[in-house]
C-alpha cells in the first residue's frame, strides 16, 4: 500500500520533488501538501516579469489544481503547517491534521525586514509573493506615485525596473557604493545604475536608511545623511533567511537553516527539508538550480535509490529587459589573479575574466552575456585556459577558430552542460541536435510551463 507523504510548501523545491516522484513511481505515495499562500505551486522567479507586466499570473503557474486532482494529490492551500508531532507522525494546520510515514519540509525563505523605526506602516512590503506584487500594482495604478526600493540587489533591482515599468517614480536606496556588488564589480554596476538611471529610476548608493516615515501609511523614507524621498510604497529586499520555525519548534536540528545531509534527510526519523530552508554543509542556497538538484536527489531516496547532493557552480541574471548581465564564480580582484578585460563604453559592453594558475575562476559580464554559459562551463571544468587564453575573452566564436556565428556559442558547449540554470537544466546536446533545423526547432528548447529560454537561445532564435 502506498505510504503517506505529506510535503510542508509549495514552493519551486517542492513542485519539483513531486515531478520528479510522480516520474518515478506514481504509485509509490499518496501525497499530501500544504501551502501557507493560497494557490499552489507556480514559478516565484517569474514574479518579476509580472510585476513588470510582461506576464500575468495564469502564466506563470507551474500546477494548476486540476493537475493535483488528476494524480490524486490532497492539497490544503492557504493553510500554513503550525505544528510537527514527530512521535505521533502528524502535523496540524489550523483546520487540518494529517499523519505521515515520510515528511518533507520546503518552507523556503522568509524575507529580511530590518526593524527601521515605521516598518510597521501600511505601504512597507517584501518582495517574496504573489500577494505582495499585487499590493504593489494597487498603489502603482495611482497616477504620479512614488516607490522607494531598500536594497540594490537583484530582487530589489527587478521590484525597481517593474515598478517603473508600471510608471512609477521609482528610488532605489542601496547601502554599498555599487549595485549588486555581491555579483558585479564596480564597472560593469556602473553600466548598469547608467541603464536603469536612463529609463528614470533614482539609485542612492551608500545610502543607509534612518527610518520610515508615516502616520498609518507610508509617507516618506529618510537617510542617515538628512535625505528624504517620499513614498507610497516602500520595498524592501535586502535578504532572506531559511524558514526554520516548524523544524525547531518540533526539535529537529538547526543552525542558519535546517540541517540536513547529502540525501536531504534531516537527524528526525522520516523527515526531510528541502530548498531554500535548508542548510547543507554549512552552506545557504538562495538560488533555485541547486534545489532542482536537491529535488532529484530528494525523490530517488524516497523511492529508495541512494543518491548525494552535490553543490553546483551558480551564475546570476537580472530579469530586466535591457540590462543584460552575467556574473560567475569568483571575480575578487587579488595579486595571485589575472584579469582579462574587454571595456567598450560606448556601446556599454564590458567583459572581465578572472583567471589563477591559467584557471577561469570567475566572469563578469555587461551588455554582451551570450558567451556566459560557456564561459560558466569553463570555471566548472577548471581546464588550463593557456592555449586559448589570447582570444578566450572573445568567447568560443573566436576561441574555436570558427567563422562568427551565432550558433558557435551553442555548438560549442559541452554535451553535458546546463544552459539555463534558473529554468533548466536543459542540456548542451538537446540544443546542439537541433542545428540545422530552423527556429522552431530551437523553440522546443523552451520549457513551456517555465516559458522562458536562455539570453543566449534567445538570441539563436532572434538571429
Ligand atoms: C521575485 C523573485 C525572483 C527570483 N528570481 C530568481 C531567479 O531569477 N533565479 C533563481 O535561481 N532564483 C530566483 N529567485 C529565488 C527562487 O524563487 C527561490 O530560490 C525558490 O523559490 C526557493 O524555492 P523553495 O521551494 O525553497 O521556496 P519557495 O518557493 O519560497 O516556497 C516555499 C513555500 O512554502 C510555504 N510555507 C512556508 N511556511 C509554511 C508553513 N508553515 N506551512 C505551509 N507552507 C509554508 C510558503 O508560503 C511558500 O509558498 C527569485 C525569488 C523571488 C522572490
Excluded at 501551502?35 to 499570473?57: D, I
Aim: hydrophobic share 40%; proline share 5%; aromatic share 8%.
Amino acid at each position: 500500500m502506498a505510504q503517506n507523504l505529506v510535503i510542508i510548501g509549495a514552493g519551486m523545491a517542492s513542485g519539483r520533488l513531486i515531478e520528479n516522484l510522480l516520474e518515478q513511481d506514481p504509485q509509490a505515495y499518496k501525497i499530501t501538501l500544504f501551502n501557507a499562500e493560497p494557490r499552489g505551486n507556480y514559478n516565484r522567479l517569474m514574479l518579476s516579469p509580472v510585476l513588470s507586466g510582461e506576464k500575468n499570473y495564469e502564466e506563470i503557474i507551474t500546477h494548476s489544481d486540476a493537475w493535483y486532482e488528476d494524480r490524486g494529490i490532497t492539497t490544503y492551500f492557504g493553510e500554513p503547517v503550525l505544528e510537527i508531532d514527530q512521535a505521533a507522525k502528524f502535523i496540524r494546520s489550523a483546520s487540518n491534521c494529517a499523519p505521515y510515514d515520510k515528511l518533507v519540509i520546503a518552507t523556503g525563505s522568509a524575507p529580511v525586514m530590518i526593524p527601521f523605526p515605521g516598518i510597521n506602516l501600511e505601504g512597507v512590503l517584501p518582495y517574496r509573493d504573489l500577494d505582495n506584487v499585487n499590493l504593489m500594482l494597487d498603489v502603482a495604478q495611482k497616477p504620479q506615485s512614488k516607490a522607494v526600493v531598500i536594497g540594490g540587489g537583484v530582487l530589489g533591482l527587478e521590484a525597481a525596473a517593474g515598478l517603473n515599468a508600471r510608471g512609477m517614480d521609482v528610488t532605489v536606496i542601496h547601502i554599498s557604493d555599487h549595485l549588486m556588488e555581491r555579483q558585479l564589480d564596480s564597472t560593469a554596476a556602473g553600466l548598469l545604475q547608467k541603464s536603469l538611471e536612463a529609463r528614470g529610476i533614482t539609485v542612492h548608493t551608500q545610502g543607509a536608511t534612518k527610518e520610515i516615515v508615516g502616520a498609518e501609511r507610508v509617507e516618506a523614507v529618510k537617510l542617515e545623511d538628512g535625505t528624504i524621498y517620499p513614498a507610497d510604497i516602500v520595498v524592501m529586499a535586502v535578504g532572506i533567511r531559511p524558514e526554520t520555525r516548524l523544524a525547531k519548534e518540533a526539535g529537529i536540528a538547526t543552525a542558519r537553516g535546517i540541517i540536513v545531509d547529502d540525501a536531504l534527510r534531516t537527524e528526525a526519523s522520516d523527515i526531510y527539508a528541502l530548498g531554500e530552508c535548508v542548510e547543507h554543509s554549512g552552506q545557504l542556497f538562495g538560488l533555485v538550480a541547486p534545489l532542482y538538484e536537491q529535488a532529484k536527489v530528494l525523490a530517488n531516496d524516497l523511492l529508495g535509490h541512494r543518491a548525494v547532493f552535490t553543490p553546483i557552480e551558480l551564475s546570476t541574471k537580472l530579469k530586466v529587459t535591457g540590462c543584460d548581465l552575467f556574473s560567475a564564480g569568483d571575480f575578487a580582484r587579488g595579486a595571485d589573479r589575472d584579469e582579462i578585460v574587454y571595456f567598450d563604453p560606448i556601446s556599454g559592453i564590458y567583459k572581465r575574466l578572472n583567471v589563477q594558475d591559467n584557471k577561469l575562476i570567475g566572469v563578469v559580464m555587461y551588455g554582451d552575456t551570450v558567451d556566459g554559459a560557456w564561459f560558466l562551463q569553463k570555471i566548472k571544468s577548471g581546464e588550463d585556459i593557456s592555449p586559448i587564453r589570447e582570444t578566450l575573452i572573445f568567447g568560443p566564436n573566436f576561441t574555436l577558430d570558427a567563422p562568427p556565428d551565432p550558433l558557435v556559442a551553442v555548438v560549442a558547449l559541452p554535451l553535458d552542460c546546463t544552459i539555463n540554470s534558473y529554468d533548466g537544466p536543459y542540456f548542451g546536446k538537446y540544443v546542439s541536435n537541433q542545428l540545422g533545423g530552423d527556429q522552431i526547432a530551437y523553440g522546443k528548447y523552451v520549457n513551456p510551463k517555465f516559458g522562458k529560454c536562455s539570453d543566449m537561445a534567445g538570441a539563436v532564435i532572434n538571429e
